[in-house]
């Protein structure tokens, strides 16, 4: 079993919709849960992150973290086509990166419709 | 700020041969870089840890003879992919964390990519 899996999609909805993406886990150790963005050719992009449990909101992005079903979320409200890209989770155990690696989901691609 | 850079950005090269990529941190200082690298619908893997002065960290499974990493200054770390197989060809990565950070996670800065075709 993979440590974090995720659809890869690829998810293509209309502009203006609520999109919704999902990672699920199997490392209970895991405590900083983040999601990253990555256009075509380019390097991720910190996009939000969430310590622990619960939900953290920014402008249109919403990220959600469930410890006990060990299920992470990121939702995005009102999509525009600069919105598609590749969305990675990827989540880590201790706060230092010398310390714990970052494992990465294989992302997900989106394509926002105009 | 926090600009990373990699070069070239694309590349293909002959099977048997060596090939260097640059990771450099534009606009400040790194104390460690990393090196991951990418599969088309697959995670990014961490290959190695890299810093400043001393000798990378390979991950498991990650062969050190083969990809080669230098760290020779605080702004520039190298990766070379030694007698490149087809296999080889994939996006590789870097990052770069600020010098005088301990190393939080997030602060970790991503370059743009390399993608490496081996014929």
């Known amino acids: 079993q993979k440590e974090v899996e995720q659809d890869p999609g690829p998810l293509s909805v209309p502009e203006g919709a609520i999109v919704s993406l999902n990672c699920t886990y199997s490392n209970s150790a895991f405590q900083y849960f983040m999601w990253y963005r990555q256009y075509s050719r380019k390097g991720p992009e910190l996009l939000m992150y969430?310590?622990?449990?619960g939900n953290k909101e920014d402008g249109r992005f919403t990220a959600q973290v469930d410890k006990s079903s060990k299920y992470i979320s990121l939702f995005i409200r009102d999509s525009q086509p600069s919105d598609s890209a590749t969305y990675l989770c990827a989540m880590t155990s201790g706060r230092y990166s010398s310390a714990s690696k970052i494992i990465f989901g294989s992302g997900t691609r989106l394509s926002i419709r105009p | 700020g926090a600009v990373v850079s990699q070069h070239p950005s694309r590349v293909i090269c002959k099977s048997g041969t060596s090939v260097k990529i640059e990771c450099r941190s534009l606009d400040f200082q790194a104390t460690t870089m990393f090196w991951y690298r990418q599969f088309p619908k697959k995670s990014l893997m961490l290959m190695a840890t890299s810093n400043e002065g001393s000798k990378a960290t390979y991950e498991q499974g990650v062969e050190k003879d083969k990809f080669l990493i230098n760290h020779a200054s605080l702004t520039l770390s190298t990766l070379t992919v030694t007698s490149a197989h087809p296999e080889d060809s994939s996006f590789y990565i870097c990052s770069a964390v600020p010098l005088g950070d301990r190393g939080i996670w997030y602060e970790q800065y991503f370059g743009p990519g390399t993608r490496l075709t081996v014929t």
């Open positions: 969430t310590y622990s449990s």
